[in-house]
């Protein structure tokens, strides 16, 4: 198995911008979960789906920041218009069954705004 | 009062060095209690899980809960320089959203 992708790896973007990630979950986990990590707020869960289905978007900013998962091997996080304070590493993760507690992480993708 | 507390470091140390990383945390309902690892650009890996209080061994890498201290460490034996990464403590409770540490940057010199 591939393991979790990601897209894009790094993403250089202009305030105002949309900026689109993209994540493929591991074959057959039914929870995906979207992270962002920056060093003065460490790793903070945006959103929760369970077999594709938002479960808590509690932690996503603000209506700027949406997620979608169409099906069980996709899922997106779009900020429009993206901030330079949304400047940020974004993970995606996966994992199997409706715990968190093993979960599998992509790369990331790096995010800035300038 | 934060729920995890982790010391950023950054710590360094020589190889072969034994390794202490340490969190604390102010949640009595968290039940499992993870160490992640991270190396530079890349996304954070499970090291170690354990559910209950005491000592967890896989190779050179022990994992000590304590409770009633509400503290888990890390240990690493004979350190090498591959160790070098950030380590993330995790916690747990009934549901689903892991509370991550800041981490701890190790960094070990040949």
């Known amino acids: 198995d591939a393991g979790v992708i990601q897209s894009p790896r790094h993403e250089v973007t202009e305030m105002g911008q949309e900026v689109t990630l993209r994540c493929k979950p591991i074959?057959?986990?039914?929870?995906l979960f979207w992270y962002r990590q920056t060093m003065m707020r460490g790793l903070e869960l945006l959103i929760y789906f369970n077999n594709n289905v938002p479960i808590d978007d509690s932690g996503m900013p603000e209506d700027r920041f949406s997620a979608k998962m169409p099906n069980a091997s996709f899922s997106t996080l779009k900020i429009q218009p993206s901030e330079p304070r949304d400047s940020a590493v974004y993970f995606c993760?996966?994992?199997?069954?409706?715990?968190?507690?093993?979960?599998?992480f992509g790369a990331g993708s790096r995010l800035t705004v300038l | 009062q934060k729920e995890v507390e982790q010391d950023p470091g950054p710590l360094s140390v020589p190889e072969g060095a034994i390794v202490s990383l340490n969190c604390t945390y102010s949640n009595s309902a968290f039940q499992y209690f993870m160490w992640y690892r991270q190396y530079s650009r890349k996304g954070p890996e499970l090291l170690m899980y354990t559910y209950s209080s005491g000592n967890k061994e896989d190779g050179r890498f022990t994992a000590q809960v304590d409770k009633s201290s509400k503290y888990i460490s890390l240990f690493i034996r004979d350190s090498q320089p591959s160790d070098s990464a950030t380590y993330l403590c995790?916690?747990?409770?009934?549901?689903?959203?892991?509370?991550f540490g800041k981490g701890t940057s190790l960094l070990v010199t040949p």
């Open positions: 074959s057959g986990h039914n929870s």
């Open positions: 995790a916690f747990l409770d009934s549901g689903y959203a892991l509370n």
């Open positions: 993760a996966s994992s199997l069954g409706t715990g968190a507690n093993v979960l599998t």
